[in-house]
């Protein structure tokens, strides 16, 4: 029996995620939820190593652009949070990223909530958390 489409796109998808993690020397285990057909990694960083810090940046957006290329998206089940949005935000259209500024303006007309958060932010790396060693 042939693989089916999924088996192939998961078989490419992993073995590029593989290839990310040898690039940045970083452990980057793949998990799932199956019943929602969502996939992850969750990458093995300690923040307070200089190196790491400055890994964070270029393994999301490599990551980002991998994930786009086999059909997925960077955020599932949760907010981006202010280290992924600007990741995420690159794959979106004009239209939906008018959509979005639309609806924060219905919902926060005077920018009183989260001031600068439809902007995307790009944090400088020594303002991250170091209590964990895992970050992301």
């Given at each position: 029996m042939g693989r089916t489409s999924l088996e192939s796109v998961f078989e490419?998808?992993?073995g590029a995620v593989r290839a990310l993690a040898v690039k940045y020397h970083v452990i980057m285990p793949l998990h799932s939820k199956a019943s929602e057909g969502i996939l992850y990694t969750r990458p093995t960083l300690y923040l307070r190593k200089v190196s790491d810090k400055q890994k964070i940046f270029?393994?999301?957006?490599?990551y980002s652009d991998l994930v786009e290329?086999?059909?997925g998206h960077l955020i599932a089940d949760a907010g981006e949070g202010r280290i992924k949005a600007r990741f995420a935000h690159k794959h979106l259209d004009d239209d939906v990223r008018k959509l979005f500024a639309a609806i924060k303006t219905i919902f926060d007309p005077h920018g009183v909530l989260n001031p600068g958060g439809s902007k995307i932010v790009?944090?400088?790396a020594n303002?991250?958390?170091t209590s964990s060693s895992r970050c992301l």
């Open positions: 490419d998808f992993s270029k393994l999301i957006d490599e290329r086999h059909g790009f944090m400088a303002n991250f958390r």
